[in-house]
Antibody, heavy 122, light 107 residues
Framework: EVQLLESGGGLVQPGGSLRLSCAAS????????INWVRQAPGKGLEWVSF????????YYADFVKGRFTISRDNSKNILYLQMNSLTAEDTAIYYC???????????????WGQGTMVTVSS | EIVMTQSPATMSVSPGERATLSCRAS??????LAWYQQKPGQAPRLLIY???TRATGIPARFSGSGSGTEFTLTISSLQSEDFAVYYC?????????FGGGTRVEIK
């Protein structure tokens, strides 16, 4: 079964850091781009970051540039999101979502994880 | 940044009726438009990509149309499991952007 499973969420103080993980199974991980998407409580979906299948290309939403870093370990089939300088506005469920296969620059998100909750509060 | 605007924000529909959801882009996204369904407490699910292609396993009552800046998701005969929030998303330009969502509720 094709699956993505996030972990690493929790409660963190403002200004703190957190690293999220997304473990993939059931498909050739390195052949697909992966994205992070977040959803604040009661709000809509917000794209956060993208990484290509090789890890050679990354993109970020302006509101996380310089604070968040996306990376992947294709030998372990794991995606990461390192989040620094967190603020209350970063409180959300964070989803990883599979993007297009290698060779296609941009595409829809066909597989989603169940999400991990990040709460930034003192 | 391309702004995606969905309308209406909420619609009340009776089971068996047709629902038509709209999504407008602030500039052309060609056919690089997806629709997602999200139920409470669940992750989003891909319904439509390429503006009109149903994703794997999506029932034929869901259809998408449009190109450029105007898009429509139609649910031909609403079933009980279709009451949810629907989001459109453009993947033509960075940053990728979602619409604010349309909630389809039971009338």
């Amino acid at each position: 079964e094709v699956q993505l499973l996030e972990s690493g969420g929790g409660l963190v103080q403002p200004g703190g850091s957190l690293r999220l993980s997304c473990a993939a199974s059931g498909f050739t991980f390195s052949s697909y781009a992966i994205n992070w998407v977040r959803q604040a409580p009661g709000k809509g979906l917000e794209w956060v970051s993208f990484i290509s299948g090789t890890g050679g290309s990354t993109y970020y939403a302006d509101f996380v540039k310089g604070r968040f870093t996306i990376s992947r370990d294709n030998s372990k089939n794991i995606l990461y999101l390192q989040m620094n300088s967190l603020t209350a506005e970063d409180t959300a469920i964070y989803y990883c979502a599979r993007g297009p296969p290698v060779g296609i620059a941009m595409g829809a998100f066909d597989i989603w994880g169940q999400g991990t909750m990040v709460t930034v509060s003192s | 940044e391309i702004v995606m605007t969905q309308s209406p924000a909420t619609m009340s529909v009776s089971p068996g009726e047709r629902a038509t959801l709209s999504c407008r882009a602030s500039q052309s996204v060609s056919s690089n438009l997806a629709w997602y369904q999200q139920k409470p407490g669940q992750a989003p699910r891909l319904l439509i990509y390429g503006a009109s292609t149903r994703a794997t396993g999506i029932p034929a009552r869901f259809s998408g149309s449009g190109s450029g800046t105007e898009f429509t998701l139609t649910i031909s005969s609403l079933q009980s499991e279709d009451f949810a929030v629907y989001y459109c998303q453009q993947y033509n330009n960075w940053p990728l952007t979602f619409g604010g969502g349309t909630r389809v509720e039971i009338k």
